[in-house]
């Protein structure tokens, strides 16, 4: 049974440029969340995504995008690049609505390392 | 402003003693609390989580400690093995079907053979 994975593993990109990061949700999970973890610091939320909609957003500017396709697999869409967006993206995938939990474990991909130059 | 602290940048143990991991939260809303372990190159996995109606889990050399009156926890690996060594990270929800974790900065834990 195949994990959270995300492509590319890394990433270099200039200030302004756009990126597009990709993620394919552990199988039979329908909900995927996207964290951004800069050094040093815990990962972040960015958003996420279910059944196609944002369902929930972080503290994060409207350059941060993302998309859910039909088979559940996402994408995160970062435009005009800033040297601070310089960190490792990381998707993680649950089940949102699963009876008898009190809460829906998260599992991450190992994420994408995004430099910015 | 960091609802979830955890203080320790670092911790070092010999192998066989108890690591004791700790992390403050300031959001009196948080109804669920959780323990990931992250190693280089690898996403955080899941180790072990509490519920705020708990004060106490436990899941093998694994345990979790919640004392909501002082909004503090704990994790304690007993014995701890070199297999252990990594970053933890202390993550919480807030209550209202939210997803959304909000994690600390870390931990980094050595397990000295």
């Given at each position: 049974d195949a994990g959270v994975t995300q492509s590319p593993t890394h990433l270099i990109k200039t200030r302004g440029q756009q990126v597009t990061l990709r993620c394919s949700p552990k199988s039979g999970h329908d909900t995927v969340s996207w964290y951004q973890q800069a050094l040093g610091q815990g990962p972040q939320f960015i958003f996420q995504y279910y059944e196609e909609e944002e369902r929930q957003r972080g503290?994060?500017?409207?350059?941060f995008s993302g998309h859910q396709f039909p088979n559940y697999s996402s994408e995160l869409n970062v435009n005009a690049?800033?040297?601070?967006?310089s960190a490792l993206y990381l998707c993680a995938s649950s089940l949102l609505f699963r009876t008898g939990k009190p809460y829906n474990e998260q599992f991450f991909g190992p994420g994408t390392r995004l430099t910015v130059l | 402003d960091q609802q979830v602290k955890q203080n320790s940048p670092s911790l070092s143990v010999q192998e066989g003693r108890i690591s004791i991991l700790n992390c403050d939260y300031t959001?009196?809303?948080?109804d669920y609390f959780l323990w990931y372990k992250k190693y280089p190159a690898e996403g955080p996995t899941f180790l072990i989580s509490i519920s705020s109606i708990k004060d106490k889990n436990e899941d093998g050399r694994f345990t979790v400690f919640l004392n909501k009156s002082a909004k503090h926890l704990s994790l304690h690996i007993?014995?701890?093995?070199?297999?252990?060594s990594a970053v933890y990270f202390c993550a919480a929800r807030a209550q209202g079907g939210s997803e959304k974790l909000v994690f600390g900065k870390g931990t980094k834990l050595t397990v000295n053979p």
């Amino acid at each position: 049974d195949a994990g959270v994975t995300q492509s590319p593993t890394h990433l270099i990109k200039t200030r302004g440029q756009q990126v597009t990061l990709r993620c394919s949700p552990k199988s039979g999970h329908d909900t995927v969340s996207w964290y951004q973890q800069a050094l040093g610091q815990g990962p972040q939320f960015i958003f996420q995504y279910y059944e196609e909609e944002e369902r929930q957003r972080g503290n994060f500017p409207d350059r941060f995008s993302g998309h859910q396709f039909p088979n559940y697999s996402s994408e995160l869409n970062v435009n005009a690049l800033l040297l601070g967006d310089s960190a490792l993206y990381l998707c993680a995938s649950s089940l949102l609505f699963r009876t008898g939990k009190p809460y829906n474990e998260q599992f991450f991909g190992p994420g994408t390392r995004l430099t910015v130059l | 402003d960091q609802q979830v602290k955890q203080n320790s940048p670092s911790l070092s143990v010999q192998e066989g003693r108890i690591s004791i991991l700790n992390c403050d939260y300031t959001n009196s809303m948080f109804d669920y609390f959780l323990w990931y372990k992250k190693y280089p190159a690898e996403g955080p996995t899941f180790l072990i989580s509490i519920s705020s109606i708990k004060d106490k889990n436990e899941d093998g050399r694994f345990t979790v400690f919640l004392n909501k009156s002082a909004k503090h926890l704990s994790l304690h690996i007993v014995p701890s093995q070199p297999g252990d060594s990594a970053v933890y990270f202390c993550a919480a929800r807030a209550q209202g079907g939210s997803e959304k974790l909000v994690f600390g900065k870390g931990t980094k834990l050595t397990v000295n053979p």
